[in-house]
């Protein structure tokens, strides 16, 4: 496989951006394949430009999560949203346009995430993905690992279960090199 370049610009998104953010998260995955992996489509906020308005606030957060855009020639290709929790950065979602995935662009969104968190003195990016109640691993599971991320354990939580009874949510961490100023 030859090795994934993209010139992707990643910053911080603005209110403008909804309607494309929107846009990504719908074309990211099919709803047939999130089923039994991910909120029903009623329950989800992304996809849907009026919902993420309405939690939208200036300048860059939906709800608690900040969310970063990936731009290729101008056009929004992807987005990541991360919180703070203290000494380490969640990654929350990550989602990139199913016309422009396998082109570098999520490996970009997230060494922006890992870069971010290392300059804010963060110990860990932290993120999970989830796990269907038949055991199966999402799809992006070995993305993750590929990238340097480790299962650090397998839980149920509020989240799995509103996707469904037996749905299991995989915590994954990759630790980051601390800086020498410290
Ligand atoms: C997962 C997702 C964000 C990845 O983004 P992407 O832009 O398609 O990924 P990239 O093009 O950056 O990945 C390329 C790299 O990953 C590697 N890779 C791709 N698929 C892989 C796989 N299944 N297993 C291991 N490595 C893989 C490639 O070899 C390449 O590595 P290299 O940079 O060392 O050459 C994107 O596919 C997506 O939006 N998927 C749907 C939503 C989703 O699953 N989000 C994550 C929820 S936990």
Redesign the pocket.
Known sequence: ????E?SAHIRAACRQDIPAIAECART??SEAEEIGFGLPPEERTFPYEEKLSTVWTEPNKAGMEEVWIAEVGGHVV?YVTTEDRGSTLELV??????D???????????RFVEAMASDAGKSAVT????QSADGRP???L??????GYIVTGVEENAWTRRVGPGVKEIRMRKLLAQSSGG
């Open positions: 496989m030859p090795p994934a993209t990211a995955t992807g979602n990550i989602d990139v346009r199913q422009q995935q396998g082109k570098g662009v999520g490996t970009a969104l997230v993120m999970g993905t989830s999402w799809k992006s070995p993305w993750w690992q590929h990238l």
